[in-house]
Nanobody
Framework: QVTLVESGGGLVQTGGSLRLSCLHSGGSSNNYGTGWFRQAPGKEREFVAAISRGYSTTYYGDSVTGRFAISRDDARNTVYLQMNALRPEDTGVYYC?????????????????WGQGTQVTVSS
């Protein structure tokens, strides 16, 4: 059983930065593709970024490309999401997710394991 624990959320002003962490454990979590999604109140869950196992290929949602960066440290069982130039529309609960293949997906339904989420609030 895979367990995911997110941390690093908080309140930040427009233009600021945050780094989210996703600590994963259990199963073969170091061999799995990992994604970050976010959900704002009243909106559907949105793909943010993903990183595959193996070549660590990365993917980004259109709204965060050029501002966010996903990376992984397998020695620490952790996937990071560096968020720069934050905007009020980046506000939401950010979730880490894993699927039991090395390949990632931009679709939330492709992921079988989810963390509890961490709140990010960007003030204007």
């Amino acid at each position: 059983q895979v367990t995911l624990v997110e941390s690093g959320g908080g309140l930040v002003q427009t233009g600021g930065s945050l780094r989210l962490s996703c600590l994963h454990s259990g199963g073969s979590s170091n061999n799995y593709g990992t994604g970050w999604f976010r959900q704002a109140p009243g909106k559907e869950r949105e793909f943010v970024a993903a990183i595959s196992r193996g070549y660590s290929t990365t993917y980004y949602g259109d709204s965060v490309t050029g501002r966010f960066a996903i990376s992984r440290d397998d020695a620490r069982n952790t996937v990071y999401l560096q968020m720069n130039a934050l905007r009020p529309e980046d506000t939401g609960v950010y979730y880490c997710a894993q699927r039991t293949t090395p390949i990632t997906s931009t679709e939330a339904k492709a992921y079988g394991y989810w963390g509890q989420g961490t709140q990010v609030t960007v003030s204007s």
